[in-house]
């Protein structure tokens, strides 16, 4: 969305170069600066906010998805963790510290 915008209003400041008056372009130019900072400005809030909204579905996700194997790690039967390779330790390492 900024991108064009940016397009839109890079485009106006080139026109604004063909005024021949001075106070005209100086407006022009100033008009467009103005605009451009808005943008910047704007742009830089929605990404911040993307940003921030990602990392927090991510977390959420990360969390239910834990919750969910340690789950499914607690309903297996008893002879699972007989086997050297499912000790509790180990499942355990590998359920709660990735």
């Given at each position: 969305m900024a991108y064009p915008a940016f397009g839109v209003v890079f485009a106006k400041g080139v026109e604004g170069f063909t005024y021949l008056d001075a106070r005209e372009r100086r407006h022009a130019g100033d008009r467009?600066?103005?605009?451009?900072?808005?943008?910047?400005?704007?742009?830089?809030?929605a990404i911040g906010l993307q940003n921030f909204l990602y990392a927090y579905a991510?977390?959420?996700?990360?969390?239910?998805?834990?919750?969910?194997?340690l789950k499914s790690l607690l309903r297996q039967d008893i002879e699972f963790f007989d086997q050297e390779k499912n000790s509790?330790?180990?499942?355990?390492t590998l359920v709660l510290c990735k």
């Open positions: 467009n600066a103005l605009w451009l900072f808005v943008i910047s400005i704007l742009s830089t809030i991510s977390a959420i996700l990360t969390a239910r998805l834990r919750t969910l194997s509790a330790r180990i499942l355990l």
